[in-house]
């Protein structure tokens, strides 16, 4: 199946959110049952290709409000996982639940952007021939031909919230600028915007600062830590440093299993993961 991108989940299946009330997504989306306290629950997860097992019975519980780092060596099993909880991927056997009684297995790749979980890819995706501002606005107008989006009348709460993600991802400077002259790490703010755009409760963001510069690495560090609690994430990252400067807690990933989990320094300790990761 083709990767999946913002002209296929913005303006398909994805809410609209042109009523919703100002600021941020908040943490407690309509229609996710939080009061567990857990966001997503993986249990028992195998998914294997012609052979290969890449989730051997992963099991995984990440709370509401947390920022979760997944790390592992290449092979882990850490793309899989993202893929079987974005309707990506089917498993061979498993439960996902986003909340208390979402079964994200019952639900279409669109299905779950409307249920809430938004997805960033190593790669940014946005719209490079409009500037910052349209961009959040398709965004924000999901459901709408795109035409249609960029000719609608924007009520003064719209642009109130789309001013305040703006604020949040650091571009205020940059909101009349076209998106393909952004910097790469610009491109990668505008993205993580855009997905707030859609009011998601939980982000799951790959590698999000691949390629960056120590700058630019450091304010996504800050922009990371300033959604979490009112969202939950969950990043898979190489980067030791960034994981140090953001992780509340660390799973290990190896052969599709949870090798270790805890904080960083835990994980770090743990001879099996210096056996298999950091010893490399």
Request: hydrophobic share 40%; charged share 25%; net charge negative.
């Amino acid at each position: 199946m083709a990767e999946v991108d913002w002209r296929d989940v913005v303006f398909r299946q994805a809410p609209d959110s042109g009523d919703a009330g100002g600021g941020l997504a908040r943490l407690r989306r309509p229609g996710v049952d939080l009061s567990h306290g857990v966001a997503l629950y993986l249990d028992d997860i195998s998914v294997s290709f012609d052979g290969f097992r890449a989730l051997n019975r992963l099991s995984l519980s990440i709370d509401a409000g947390e920022l979760r780092c997944i790390i592992g060596p290449n092979g882990a099993g850490k793309t899989t996982m993202m893929d079987v909880i974005t309707g990506k991927t089917r498993p061979d056997s498993g439960q996902a639940w986003f909340g208390q009684t979402i079964d994200l297995l019952r639900l279409r790749e669109a299905e779950v952007v409307a249920a809430g979980i938004g997805r960033k890819f190593q790669k940014p995706t946005v719209f490079e021939n409009l500037d910052v501002l349209d961009n959040l606005e398709l965004a924000m107008k999901a459901g709408k031909r795109v035409r249609d989006a960029l000719r609608a009348r924007l009520s003064a709460q719209q642009r109130e919230r789309m001013h305040e993600v703006l604020s949040n991802i650091g571009l205020e400077q940059q909101a009349s600028m076209r998106a393909g002259d952004l910097s790469h790490g610009q491109k990668q703010w505008l993205e993580i915007g855009m997905l707030l755009m859609l009011e998601p409760s939980l982000l799951l963001l790959d590698e999000p600062v691949a390629g960056m510069t120590d700058a630019e690495t450091e304010r996504t560090a800050e922009l990371l830590r300033s959604l979490a609690g009112r969202h939950t994430l969950v990043v898979v990252e190489h980067d030791m440093e960034f994981v140090r400067a953001i992780a509340q807690r660390v799973t290990v990933l190896h052969e599709g299993s949870v090798l270790a989990e805890g904080s960083l320094e835990q994980v770090q300790a743990d001879p099996r993961v210096v056996e298999v990761y950091l010893g490399r």
